[in-house]
């Protein structure tokens, strides 16, 4: 509950901000793709806290795609993209027989889909602070099969398909056009870094 209260909060400071500060690089109309990466992959956080000699893993992601339309020099509307997705190998012990082993296989995907508003504080030409809120829709799949015949296979998706983010970051400009990002806060992973373009 208090997490809602600090992002209604920022949310509100941020829009009353919105005619005292204008960002100069941020303009009505403007257009700005990106592509990041985020880290850590928490999926992959808990397999390296728990991995043995014997476990093989790759992770990717989350990566991120972004388009934002500015409505005004301080609000910008758009959607948010995330994707990340790992597998894991490692041997499981047989319950009855200590000699005998099994190759046991994960495989994780999570996507989201957010549209999201972007609220820019800035008057830096080259620097542009902002802060993101965003709802939609999420999902992950994990995929667990053994070779023990004594074992079931499990595929489960997410019980949970609302998505959420919240994060504090800022853009800056390498040109008139290009610039790079970083976010940190609430979402598919705590932190992301990554490449924009102004239209």
């Known amino acids: 509950m208090r997490i809602k209260n600090w992002v209604a909060t920022s949310i509100i400071i941020l829009v009353l901000m919105q005619n005292r500060v204008a ?17 850590p992959n928490l999926t992959k956080t808990v397999f390296n806290v728990a991995e043995g000699d014997n476990i093989n893993s790759i992770f990717i992601g989350p990566v991120y795609g972004k388009a934002e339309f500015a409505l005004n020099e301080t609000v910008g509307f758009g959607v948010n993209f995330a994707y990340a997705m790992g597998s894991a190998t490692y041997e499981t012990q047989d319950n009855e027989i200590d ?7 994960f495989k ?4 989201s889909i957010l549209a999201r508003f972007n609220f820019h504080f800035g008057n830096n030409p080259m620097f542009d602070p902002y802060a993101g809120f965003g709802m939609g829709y999420r999902n992950a799949n994990y ?5 023990d015949p004594d074992e079931t296979p499990a595929d489960i998706n997410g019980f949970n398909h609302f998505g959420l983010d919240f994060t504090m970051g800022a853009r800056l400009y390498l040109t008139e056009n290009i610039a ?3 976010e940190v806060g609430i979402a598919k992973s705590p932190i992301q870094v990554g490449l924009v373009v102004k239209l």
């Open 108 to 111: 994780y995907t999570s996507y």
């Open 23 to 39: 960002a100069q690089n941020f303009a009505t109309g403007d257009i700005a793709f990106s592509a990041g990466y985020g880290f």
């Open 180 to 182: 790079i990002y970083g």
């Open 99 to 105: 000699s005998l082993f099994y190759n046991t296989n």
């Open 143 to 147: 995929k667990y099969t053994g070779g």
